[in-house]
Nanobody
Framework: QAQLVESGGGLVQAGASLRLSCTAS????????MGWFRQAPGKEREFVAN????????KYAGSVEGRFTISRDNGKSTVFLQMNNLKPEDTGVYYC?????????WGQGTQVTVSS
């Protein structure tokens, strides 16, 4: 079964950094658009960043641009999200997603908590 698994979340102080990873298995994702989303309790899931199949084109939500960097390693079927200067507003469950056009596949999520 096609699967995306996130890792790297945790509890950190404001201003700290984390790197999230998402590894794909059971299916080839190397030609798929891949993205990161996040959701805080009681709030809607929101877009964070995405990256095209080649890794040459990236997009970011305005709230994270300049602080977060998305990248991918197709040889390892993995996408990363480097998060710097974390703020309490970044707290939430982070999900990776992938698909040829729409996001057909989703991971289980990893919790990121930033204390103030």
């Amino acid at each position: 079964q096609a699967q995306l698994v996130e890792s790297g979340g945790g509890l950190v102080q404001a201003g700290a950094s984390l790197r999230l990873s998402c590894t794909a298995s059971g299916h080839t994702f190397n030609i798929y658009l891949m993205g990161w989303f996040r959701q805080a309790p009681g709030k809607e899931r929101e877009f964070v960043a995405n990256i095209d199949w080649s890794g040459g084109t990236t997009k970011y939500a305005g709230s994270v641009e300049g602080r977060f960097t998305i990248s991918r390693d197709n040889g390892k079927s993995t996408v990363f999200l480097q998060m710097n200067n974390l703020k309490p507003e970044d707290t939430g469950v982070y999900y990776c997603a992938a698909g040829p056009n729409k996001y057909d596949y989703w991971g289980q999520g990893t919790q990121v908590t930033v204390s103030s």
